[in-house]
């Protein structure tokens, strides 16, 4: 079962920062932090990953809090293409990506 | 490139029959695939975990003599949806990892099933 809590939904201005956080307080001492975004009736995209240390790709930043019981992603400057469905995922041990309700981020013109 | 296909993308089928779909993995061999679901609107939920060579393991509510599943090579996972009714009809999604914790899974484009 997902792990994961989110906001159902966000909206941001185009060419602005979109910040999305996620809580996953039970989230044990091996486990990645995942995330993922879905644009409609496509299958989930990657957008990075992390353990403890903050990360950053050519998509994404993902900022972990040192206890690691909660994380942000962070798109730097959101375009209309990144409306999607944003997921935040905890890998479990068994390799099984279980996924809760995520974010529905709306970027706005 | 896509590191996970899957077919067909659509398809429609008639109540009482039976659809098969088919997962590849293009870029390794993967002996575990996974199965989901995702009704409209809503998240995507696991069905089960396909292992090479062995027998899946299904998630707690999902009928396995129903969902069949097929991973008879490193390559290839089958689901066959059995005698498919109309409360069957939804978005059906594979996806492949690698062993490894910080191993990202890739995600088939889905295939989209309706059962009239």
């Known amino acids: 079962d997902a792990k994961t809590t989110q906001p159902t939904s966000m909206d941001c201005a185009e060419g602005r920062a979109a910040n999305l956080p996620c809580n996953h307080s039970?989230?044990?001492?091996?486990?990645?932090v995942y995330w993922y975004r879905q644009i409609h009736s496509q299958g989930p995209q990657y957008i990075i990953h992390?353990?403890?240390n903050n990360e950053t790709n050519e998509m994404a930043s993902l900022i972990i809090t040192e206890d690691r019981k909660s994380s942000t992603l962070i798109l730097p400057h959101a375009t209309l293409r990144d409306t999607a469905v944003y997921y935040c995922?905890?890998?479990?041990?068994?390799?099984?990506?279980?996924f809760g309700t995520g974010t529905s981020l709306t970027v706005i013109p | 490139g896509a590191v996970v296909s899957q077919h067909p993308s659509r398809v429609i089928c008639k109540s009482g029959t039976s659809v098969k779909i088919e997962c590849r993995s293009l870029d390794f061999q993967a002996t575990t695939m996974f199965w989901y679901r995702q009704f409209p609107k809503q998240s995507l939920m696991l069905m089960a975990t396909?292992?090479?060579?062995?027998?899946?393991?299904?998630e707690q509510g999902v009928e396995k003599d129903k969902f069949l599943i097929n991973h008879a090579s490193l390559t290839l996972s089958t689901l066959t949806v059995t005698s498919a009714h109309p409360e069957d009809s939804s978005f059906y999604i594979c996806?492949?990892?690698?062993?490894?914790?910080?191993?990202?899974?890739?995600f088939g484009q889905g295939t989209r099933l309706t059962v009239v």
């Open positions: 996806s492949v990892t690698q062993a490894a914790m910080n191993t990202e899974a890739f």
């Open positions: 992390g353990l403890k």
């Open positions: 039970t989230i044990s001492g091996n486990e990645y």
């Open positions: 396909s292992n090479e060579g062995s027998k899946a393991t299904y």
């Open positions: 995922i905890d890998r479990n041990t068994g390799n099984q990506f279980y």
